[in-house]
């Protein structure tokens, strides 16, 4: 059978494409190589309880809002979601705490009770992020200024308070920060559809997923896991198939791969299109930093839910401590929503940056094999993590139920395929504006690519990406 549309990969973007398509009539065909779907969105169930990978919270919902329609058009909107508190956002910086509050204007007046003399900065800051979650969300035609800027001169133009800064980047490990690269266009996005609402969801977020899943077999569609595509197959400048390592061969119009795109090209281990230059971009443009995680098991009713989320730092310099270089310096705080029917939560996630350089050692090792000294490495992250996070949470580590579920940016590499573990996929620079916005289209005029790479990450930048590269298919008839 030849499909319209073949899918390589079934992360978020990829099931959203697959979703869209067969909404529309085409015929779609989603390969796979894990034996599950889901990516960073898959959960896994550990002694009666749902532990997520990656999914922890999501702003922009409510009616009217920037991800409202697209999730009702995914079938997502009526999950189980959870608003967070007015304060969705805290941060702790030394002895003080600081709330990020929903709403823009009671943002900006929220933080100018602490910082009087900025109140004119902050509204100005506000409808900034304001603007980013109307016109300039997918479509920057107007926002070059937005692209070559530096969030951190930005920043440092804007706020002469430099406490303040710090503390308008202190739940910014939903991004890299670098003051060197990240451009205002990576910083305003990522922070504004919060700002508008915040949410969780009540259970996994492997909900999500399947619920995209079910949509597309819903709509016709077909998905096939240990399905791994080994190559594809070009004919006079036009992919015609895909291979893959069992020698199943599936031909397709058009393919859209959900892949890092250095992966999708080595693929293509033949082109008479893809270009050396092209190639050679997505080879050496670096990947963000990874992330480790340290999920604990509490005993019941030792830890009263709190719906928001905490950020600690060890040092007053956000941007510092999130480099991920060495000892824990930041850690971000969440907890999931009880399910059971009481005020107490059980499960609580601590996330800190981490850098591939401190997992260079155990590079060509697999999950389960990686010996004695890595899982001493991952001891000694997550005690700092905890160490760190008690300065929030007193006695937490007294709360903790012996179960510890611990994932590097190994983990992420070998469960998801993202090289160096990455996070957040390609590093956007705002001396480049080229790598800011990667284009959907490929030099192979019938592959596209779609993902956390072309141009934002996180469950919103991947979804309006996903609608961006299924607008080139249909030509714009979603």
Request: aromatic fraction near 8%; hydrophobic fraction near 35%.
């Amino acid at each position: 059978m030849k499909y319209d549309v073949i899918v390589i990969g079934a992360g978020l973007g990829g099931l959203e494409c697959a979703c869209l398509l067969s909404q529309a009539g085409r015929s779609v065909l989603v390969l796979e190589q894990k034996h599950q779907v889901g990516g960073c969105l898959q959960s896994y169930r550990r002694r009666g309880l749902d532990y997520d990978t990656g999914f922890h919270y999501v702003g922009g919902l409510g009616e009217g809002q920037s991800l409202h329609e697209a999730l009702a058009r995914l079938g997502l909107l009526d999950l189980p979601w959870h608003r967070l508190d007015e304060a969705y956002d805290r941060i702790t910086l030394g002895d003080r705490t600081f709330s990020l509050v929903q709403g823009f204007d009671a943002f900006a007046e929220t933080l100018a009770a602490e910082f009087p003399a900025e109140r004119e900065a902050l509204h100005r800051y506000a409808a900034l992020l304001e603007e980013a979650t109307h016109s300039l969300a997918m479509n920057p035609a107007d926002g070059d200024a937005w692209l070559e800027t530096g969030a951190w001169d930005y920043l440092e133009a804007t706020f002469r308070d430099p406490l303040l800064r710090q503390v308008l980047s202190g739940n910014a490990l939903r991004m890299e920060l670098r003051r060197e690269s990240l451009p205002l266009f990576t910083f305003a996005h990522c922070n504004a559809g919060y700002v508008e609402s915040s949410w969780r969801l009540r259970g996994p977020g492997s909900q999500i997923i399947n619920r995209l899943a079910a949509q597309v077999r819903a709509h016709g569609g077909d998905i096939r896991c240990r399905a791994e595509v080994c190559e594809l197959v070009e004919k006079d400048g036009r992919l015609v198939a895909a291979r893959c390592t069992d020698g199943e061969v599936y031909e397709a119009d058009t393919f859209i791969s959900d892949l890092h795109p250095a992966v999708t090209c080595r693929l293509l281990r033949e082109s008479r299109v893809l270009r050396k230059s092209y190639r050679r971009r997505m080879d050496t443009q670096p990947n963000t930093v990874g992330m480790f995680t340290a999920s604990y098991r509490l005993r019941p009713q030792a830890l009263r839910y709190f719906n928001h989320n905490h950020y600690v730092y060890a040092q007053p310099d956000v941007w510092t401590a999130c480099r991920g270089e060495g000892p824990v310096e930041a850690v971000m705080v969440s907890c999931r929503v009880p399910e059971d029917g009481t005020d107490f939560t059980r499960q609580v996630d601590l996330l800190t940056p981490m850098t591939w350089k401190r997992c260079l050692s155990w590079a060509d090792t697999t999950v389960g094999h990686r010996g004695e000294a890595y899982l001493d490495m991952k001891r000694q992250v997550a005690d700092e993590c905890l160490a760190l996070a008690e300065r929030v949470i007193p006695g937490l580590s007294e709360m903790v139920d012996d179960d510890c579920y611990t994932s590097t940016p190994l983990t992420y590499r070998d469960y998801t395929g993202t090289p160096d573990g990455s996070a957040y996929g390609l590093r956007k620079d705002h001396h480049e504006p080229l790598t800011v916005l990667l284009s959907p289209r490929t030099p192979v005029p019938n592959l596209l690519l779609t993902g956390q790479s072309l141009m934002l990450h996180g469950l919103q930048g991947v979804t309006m990406t996903a609608f961006q590269t299924c607008g080139i298919v249909t030509g714009g008839n979603l």
